[in-house]
């Protein structure tokens, strides 16, 4: 039983390997498996600082966890949810600005902020401001996980 188990494999592979190239010359390279996550991987843990709003109740620090939703963030359930619509845009939401980029020059205010933790499993240290155009769109890309400030 062993043997014919083992040899219904043997056969089977054959089979798909036979037909993987007419399968990619057909329909181009197949795609690789995405690696599979451990539970804990997957999971979103940041520390969210705020400061120079003027507005208290956007200031201080933040817990928040996503999968499920929880911790101190004042809206978890969208930020998370808006991270989760990011990730699945293919945008990273914490990328700095990069450094050819033609901001325009206004300035946002003094408020800051701080991220730090586990975004989907990828280590997460970054900063946030308003000095210019393009910080002040990095900031308001990430709403709700940073606060609405003008």
Known sequence: ?????????????????????????????????????????????LTVTVSGTGDPTAEGVFELKCGPAGGSHPAAQQ?????????GEGADPFAPVPGDAMCTQQFGGPATAR???????????????RTNGCAISRWNGLRPVLPSVR
């Open 1 to 45: 039983m062993l043997r014919r188990l083992a040899l219904t494999a043997a056969a089977s592979l054959a089979a798909l390997s036979a037909a993987a190239p007419a399968a990619t010359a057909a329909t181009g390279p197949l795609p690789l498996p995405l690696p599979l996550l451990h539970a804990d991987d997957a999971r979103t843990r």
């Open 115 to 129: 991220v730090t933790g586990t975004w989907r499993g990828r280590s997460i240290d970054t900063s946030f401001d």
């Open 79 to 87: 930020a998370c949810d808006r991270l989760e619509e990011l990730a």
